[in-house]
């Protein structure tokens, strides 16, 4: 059970779910607060570096084929 909780598939969703709660908060915001450019953009700063990690995971738990 412990190694679930380290397991690549595990940090792969938790990966996701924080890139998620990122866009949600970026939205938001955006729409509703008042917010500087500054911290804006260190927050898509953040989203994008998710992004890639989540991209390496992915990668790693289901290579692809060569074709």
């Known amino acids: ?3 679930n909780l380290h397991s ?3 940090r792969l969703i938790e990966l996701r779910i924080e890139h998620a709660d990122l866009d ?3 939205d938001a915001a955006a729409r509703d607060l008042p917010l500087d450019e500054l911290t804006l ?5 953040r989203r994008l ?8 995971f992915e ?3 289901d290579p692809k084929e060569p074709a």
Request: net charge positive.
């Open 41 to 45: 953009r260190r927050l898509k700063k």
């Open 24 to 26: 949600a908060l970026i």
């Open 59 to 61: 990668l790693a738990l």
């Open 8 to 10: 690549p598939e595990r």
């Open 1 to 3: 059970m412990d190694s």
């Open 49 to 56: 570096a998710l992004r890639d990690q989540i991209v390496q």
